[in-house]
């Protein structure tokens, strides 16, 4: 998958989906865009396709519901490292089992709990 991972997540997680070869991950210490206001990271991740990875789940849902079209989000709780970078890895299983994950992500939200459970819905409706 192509991913945002949101500065409110540790760049560890964009360097550790980097390294698996699975995955293209860029987080904003790596690109110089720490600080960013959150419609110039939407804006961004349209351009490039990147699907959003965050905790900012209030402000991220608001502005992607204004978009005709968008790469998607993926809304993780509040959790240390490690448990963000094992319920990213439970998503993407969850998408996969969709078939083309970044296919099943466009106009989409997938939330997952500090359990594991997972909503996915499309949004805007």
């Known amino acids: 998958m192509r991913l945002f991972i949101d500065e409110c997540l540790s760049p560890h997680i964009a360097r550790a989906l980097n390294a698996s070869g699975e995955h293209l991950a860029e987080h904003p210490l790596d690109f110089g865009g720490r600080g960013d206001p959150d419609h110039r990271v939407l804006q961004r991740c349209i351009a490039r396709e990147l699907v959003i990875v965050t905790q900012n789940a209030r402000d991220f849902r608001a502005l992607v519901r204004t978009a005709d079209i968008h790469p998607g989000l993926i809304i993780l709780p509040c959790v240390g490292r490690e ?3 094992a319920l ?4 993407f299983a969850y998408l996969e089992a969709r078939g083309n994950a970044m296919d099943a992500m466009l106009n989409h939200v997938l939330e997952i709990d500090a359990d594991g459970a997972i909503r996915f819905y499309p949004l805007p409706a």
Do not use: E, G, T
Request: net charge positive; glycine share 0%.
């Open 88 to 91: 990213l890895r439970a998503a």
């Open 83 to 85: 448990q963000s970078f």
